[in-house]
Every structure is written in C-alpha cells, then in structure tokens.
C-alpha cells in the first residue's frame, strides 16, 4: 500500500476518531453543564494570564530575554513526547473494533489515524487558551506574523513528537503484554512516584526560597541551546528576532527525518502489539480461582448488607483499578506531610489524627458511593430483580465504603498518642471520626446517584468506570471543609479549650443538623433513585 | 401446553414506548396463559429488547398496563420471587467465581443456604460447570458465561422466565442443554417468554409464537397456525417468519394473519 494511500485512510479514520470524542464531549446535558464548570474554574486563569502575556510581548526586547524561553522551549519537545507516550499508554494504543478496523486498512493508516485524533483533541483543550495567549504576546510584539510563525515552527515538532511518544508508548505496552508481573511492578512503582512527585512539590517552593537559589542558573544546565534557537525562529520577521543559526536549521532537518522514521517504528511497534497472540508460558496462573465459595467472614456475614458489602469489597480487591480515582487523596494530604514535617513535635499528634480521621471520611464515601449505579450498571437487570430491597442495596455499599475509611479513624488517633495525644483525646477523635464516616458516605452515594456514569474508559489496558470528576470534586470541596471543621471543634472540646457561647452554640449547631440532614437526604434520595431505576 | 389458569401468566395491555421521536412500541397487547412457552420473534430493531425490559419493569412503558403472574409490574418488590431474566448481556461479575456468583445470587434471593447448596449443585452439573465452578468468571468462554447467566436467573424456581437470545454464542451441545432445560420448565409450569433469532430453537420448543415488527405484533398463534396463515403448507417458521415481516416491511397486507 502506498504512503499516499495510507495518509488519506489515516485521515479519514482520524477524523471519524475526533468526531465520535467530539459527540462524546457534547453527548448529554449534563456533561455540557460538567465542561462549562470545568471551564469557569480553570478559564480563570486566562483573565489573568492574558493579560501578563501582552504585558511580556510589550516589554521583550529579545528572545533571551523572555523569562525562562530557553528551559521551557527545551521542554517542550520533550513534554509533547512524554504526553503522547502517556495518552497511548492510556487511550490511544489499541482502537476501538479492532478486527473491523484492521481488516479494513492498512496498521500504518490506523496509527495515523489515531495520531491525528489525539492532536486533534489536545488542539481542541489546549489550542483555545494556547492561542490566546500566543495571539496576546504576538499583539504585545506589535507582530501578528508570530501566530503564523509559531504555528510553521509548531507543526513539524509536534508531528515529530507525537510519532516518537507513540512509538514509545506501544514499545511499554509490547513489555507489559510480554512481562504481566513488570505491569504490577510499574503500577506501584508509578503509584509511589506520583505520590513522592507531589510530596517533593510542596518541598520545592520552600526549598528555594530558603536556598536563595537562582531558578534560571539551575535551569540553565538543562537547556539544549540547538533546541532553543529552532523554537526562536518563531520571531523571524519581528523586532525581538535574532540572527538565524545553523543549529536552527540541523535541528528542522532533523525533525523532518526522524518524523517518517517514527512513524515506520510506531506502526511495526502497532502491528506487532495489534497482530500478536500474547502466549503466557503458565496458564495456570492466568485462570484465578476462588476455593469455597461466597462466604463473606464476621461481621459482614451478620447481615445481608454486610454480605453486599463483602461482595464489593471482594470485588473491588480483584479489580483494584477500579479504585484509581482514591489517588487524587495524595493532593490533599500532600500539603499535610510537609506541615507534619514543619511543626514542633507537640503538634504532630493532631496532625496524625487528622490526617487519619480526613482519610477516613475521603475513603468511605469516595471508595463505592461515587458511583453507584454505574459501578453495577451491567448487573441491574440482575440486581433489580431479586427480593432485596434498594434499602439493603444501598446499606451494603454504605457499609463497603466505611470498611475501607474506618481503619484509618481508629488507627489515625491511635497513632497520635505516640505523638503526644492523650487516650482519651485519641478516642473521642476516634469516636467522632467514625460518625463522620457515616455521614460522609452516605452523602456519597445521594451525590453518585444524582450524576452516575456509565461509560467505560480503557486506562493501561484495563476497562474501568469512575465516577465524574465533578462529582469527586464537590464530594471533596463538601466532606473536605466539613470534616475539618468538625475535627476543629472535637479538638476544642478535648483539650478544654472550648468556650460555649450563643453564637458558638448556633453556628455548631447549625453544622451539625447540615451535617447529619444533608447526608440523610443524600441516603434516602440514592434509596429512591435506586428503586425507581429503570434500564432506558 | 398452556394452563387455564384464569390468571395469565403476562399480561400486556396497549404497551407505547417512545426513544425521543422513535416508536419502538406501538399499541403492543399480549396475554400469555401460564406454562406456555412463548417463542418471541423479530428482526432487529423490532422492539423485542424493549418490550422484555418492559415486562420485566426494567423500564417504563410511557403508556399500557403489565401485570406478571397478576402483578403491577410496578411493584417490583412482589414480582422479584416470580420471575427470572436472562438479558442478551449476561449480568455477571466477572471477579467472582461462578459458585460466588451464585451463592450471592442465592443470597439476595432470599434462597436459604440449604436450598441454595442444593440446586446450584444441581445446575452446575446439569450445565456441565462443576469443574470449572471455582473459575473466576473473567476466564469463561462467552458459553460458559450464558450458563452460568442462565442458572441465576431460574435459580429462584421462578414462576415465568425471560430469556433474550438465551443460545447465542453457545455451541450445539450447550445449545441442547440450555433448549431442554426450557422444556423441562415448562413441563413443570414455568412460562417462558423466549425472544431469539434462532428460530429452529423456537420451532423446537414453543407451543405459541408471536412476530414483532415496528413495534407491532403482527403475528400470533402456534407455530403451525403462524405458518401455515403466512406460507404455503409445508413451510418452515423461518418461511413463515420472512413473509410475515416481509408483507409488512412492503406495507402489502399480509395473508390471513
């Protein structure tokens, strides 16, 4: 098949790819209504952002001279390719009806296909804001020509990126089809990273103020200066332009080179992942079995919703991807680990309550109420049909979600009182802790039940559901405050320090009954929703 | 052969469902006598889905009444120990083992542990899946998936049975056994609504069969009676069934039916 023959397939397929993302996106009101938050909450930003890139424009007398030009634009080949890499690893590295698609064109017109999409969605998040702050500097400038420019110089480095990250990406893919026990490895490896990435975040800032570091100097050390003057021909035309090197000129020649040959690798790298029969050398140890049947173990089995409760938490054990969603915890209790660190050792025992406590809340509305309908959407017609009530149903998941919280509300405290804490202190945190778990899982599953989802995403090769992201974040923004304020007032109370006065009085008691009546209703409305649920 | 029981096992009335301006049910009335194996027919698109997600009160007709062995199908909590579905999708966890699945099934279903111990036994054997019971459901073939879809839904001993293309994607001795565990069924008085493609399997085991099409039922009778209005005599259903269909796609009026 010719190049020619395989570009206007890939074209094609790429188009088909954004349009059914695009009908995706705008599928339904409320995810219309999620974008727009989406958008008022992030498109803050570009008030203010905006308006600093006219004020760069007006004030740059060279290309050097723009803060950090030369870091980031050494970066940013080297960002587009890690991103490729990491939506291929992700979305991108297997399509959508496979066999159609493959018995229809040509792999090379598949991979270009699904490259194309992807740039395109990344244009249609990114190239909004991206070109209003390209076409507000160039405006500073006084040269309209840059947004042409920067687009010319943009294209090859993108298309170059995007091949290479692809390439790459289906090479990990390939390594984790070949060794399953490195997929485990990498996913707790990656897990931890993250988690020390945005640790070592918190440490940054401070680290160099303190230091009295220049950013530019140490930043310096990393920038590849035939890189820079490439992305410098963007002020080619313009009175901040510089002289034009031959670096600039190796470095083009060498995108347009490496460009076809990625794209060679990419779909050698496809084909043998797309073609390939994965041939596990144990078979045995692919077929997992479970010996003596469904027996859930005390207390579960006291109840039947403690049984259902057994039975999601099992589930939830063999397909723990399900619960990616908890790691977003990591940016909340980031913060905390640095003031863990900071503050004198007489605080650490609070802050160890109630981090224990905060993690607590998080886990037992988070873990399964998120999204309860869509966690058991293929089983409704199951579920629907059997003798146990939406009550039960419900309580089950409830119950599910505490398991998981109620560990850490007794073993945060607990472990404060090696940090200075008192029994009783630790225990009346405990106790409260633990009534917060209720509450806040049962506010979980009214908040899952009004905005379920449904739709499967492929993340690392496996099929998960997640709740919206909406949800997580007013779930967050609700539990979050909520927990801490009560934790405030527990903390008060314990070490006698609380004054009860009228306005104290009914302020706290004004938190309670939101606290406790939210919540109730947010249970009673999942019940409702559950019973009246229907299979449209 | 069906009862005279005075109460129909299903009982359908002027069913109307609308998906924004489709019709996929138009005016849909069926009243099935206990015991009867009901073969339920149409092309794709006919609205056959629709209408077992109806009578099972998965979903809600925008206009018609459903009563299931006497019961508003709106009252799922009396209707749950009287009947049994198994949707084209087996709902199934695929992180439990066939005998978790079930013994949660059995759970929910109010089933005690004894009787529960008991037919599950019984069905893994009879199904062939006592060997492979403590398998965890993601390692099933797409026919070991529907048995095991199959025994949770006639797990309860339920008084009618829906079945959405409950042979599809098995191999013929698993379609046998799934084809005789409907008759046996039935000989014990279960009704069963059977929508399929396959009509030989109807043919094998309905004693009444109704056509849909558009979202009408323009069809019905024993299979003989529904060949023998919409073909010449000596006709197969699947004759039977394309002319019917046929007639109505080409608006021509159909013979006798």
């Known amino acids: 098949m010719s190049l020619h023959h395989d570009v206007r397939h890939g074209l094609r397929i790429g188009r088909a790819e954004f349009v059914r993302s695009f009908r995706g996106y705008l599928g339904n009101t409320r995810r219309l209504v999620g974008l727009a938050i989406v958008m008022l909450f992030f498109g803050g930003s570009l008030l203010v952002g905006i308006p600093a890139a006219y004020f760069l424009g007006r004030t740059a007398r060279s290309a050097a001279a723009i ?358 202190q630790a225990a009346v945190t405990t106790v409260i802790g633990s009534a917060m778990c209720l509450t806040a899982s049962m506010f979980a599953v009214g908040l899952g039940s009004a905005y379920p989802i449904y739709e499967e995403r492929e993340f690392w090769g496996t099929k998960t559901v997640v709740p919206s992201t909406l949800v997580m974040m007013i779930y967050v923004f609700v539990v979050g405050p909520g927990t801490i304020l009560g934790l405030l007032a527990t903390w008060f109370a314990v070490t006698g320090n609380l004054v009860l006065t009228p306005v104290f009085s009914v302020f706290f008691s004004f938190y309670l009954l939101l606290t406790g009546g939210v919540s109730y209703a947010s249970y009673r409305y999942a019940i409702r929703r559950y019973r009246r649920y229907s299979i449209e | 052969m069906p009862s005279t029981d005075e109460v129909p096992a299903i009982r359908a009335a002027d069913l109307q469902k609308m998906y924004d301006s489709e019709v996929a049910l138009d005016g849909l009335s069926l009243t099935i006598p206990a015991g009867t194996v009901y073969g339920f027919l149409g092309p794709n698109g006919a609205g056959k889905t629709t209408t077992m997600r109806l009578l099972t009160g998965l979903s809600h007709p925008d206009s018609g009444s459903i009563r299931v062995c006497g019961i508003d199908i709106d009252d799922r909590r009396a209707l749950a120990s009287h009947i049994g579905y198994l949707p084209e999708t087996p709902p199934l966890y695929e992180e439990f083992s066939a005998r978790e699945q079930l013994e949660y099934v059995a759970d929910l279903r109010d089933i005690s542990q004894d009787v529960a111990d008991e037919r599950i036994k019984e069905y893994l054997d009879r199904l062939n899946l006592t060997s492979d019971a403590d398998k965890r459901i993601e390692a099933y073939s797409t026919g070991m998936k529907q048995k095991t879809a199959f025994i949770q839904c006639i797990l309860h001993d339920p008084d009618v049975l829906f079945l959405d293309e409950p042979t599809s994607g098995l191999d013929p001795r698993a379609a046998r056994t799934i084809r005789e565990s409907i008759t046996n069924f039935a000989d014990t008085g279960t009704t069963v609504f059977l929508s399929t493609h396959i009509l030989p399997v109807v043919e094998a085991v309905a004693n009444e069969v109704g056509v849909l099409f558009n979202g009408k039922l323009v069809a019905e009778g024993t299979p003989a009676e529904v060949q023998s209005r919409a073909t010449n005599e000596g006709g197969s259903l699947e004759d039977a069934f394309l002319a019917v269909t046929s007639q109505h796609e080409t608006g021509v009026t159909p013979r006798d039916v």
């Open chain 1, 67 to 424: 803060p950090f030009f030369a870091p980031a634009a050494t970066a940013l080949p080297v960002a587009l390719v890690l991103l490729s890499m990491f939506r291929t690893l992700e979305r991108i590295g297997n399509i959508e009806a496979e066999e159609l698609m493959l018995l229809a064109a040509h792999p090379r017109a598949i991979v270009i296909g699904l490259i194309t999409a992807e740039i395109g969605r990344l244009f249609l998040w990114f190239g909004f804001p991206l070109g209003g702050f390209i076409i507000a500097f160039a405006l500073g400038v006084g040269s309209p020509l840059i947004v042409v420019s920067g687009g010319l110089i943009a294209i090859p480095l993108v298309c170059c990126a995007a091949v290479w990250g692809y390439a790459s990406g289906i090479g990990v893919l390939r390594l984790l089809e070949r060794l399953p026990s490195m997929r485990r490895f990498l996913k707790a490896s990656g897990v931890l990273a993250m988690i020390g990435l945005v640790v070592a975040s918190q440490f940054a800032g401070q680290f160099l103020v303190e230091a009295d570091i220049s950013i530019q100097q140490r930043l310096s050390v990393f920038t590849f200066d035939p890189l820079v003057e490439y992305i410098a021909l963007t002020f080619i035309g313009t009175p901040i332009a510089g002289p034009i090197s031959l670096h600039a000129g190796v470095v083009l020649a060498a995108v347009i080179v490496l460009t076809p040959i990625g794209l060679s690798v990419s779909t050698r790298q496809a084909s043998a992942l797309w073609f390939t029969e994965t041939v596990h050398s144990d078979a045995t140890t692919r077929t997992p079995r479970s010996r003596g049947g469904f027996s859930p173990p005390q207390p579960f089995a006291w109840s039947k919703a403690g049984r259902i409760a057994w039975g999601i938490l099992l589930r939830g054990r063999r397909h723990p991807q399900e619960l990616n969603h908890l790691l977003m915890a990591v940016f909340f209790i980031a913060p905390f680990g640095t003031a863990v660190v900071q503050l004198s050792s007489d605080a650490i025992g609070p802050i160890v309550a109630v981090v224990g406590v905060g993690l607590a809340t998080y886990f037992s509305g988070a873990a399964f109420g998120l999204n309860p309908f869509g966690d058991e959407q293929s089983q409704f017609p199951l579920l629907l049909l059997t003798e146990t009530s939406a009550t039960t149903m419900i309580r089950g998941r409830l119950l599910s979600g505490i398991a998981i919280g109620f560990p850490f509300a007794v073993f945060g405290p607990l472990a404060s009182v090696f940090f200075g804490l008192t029994v009783l």
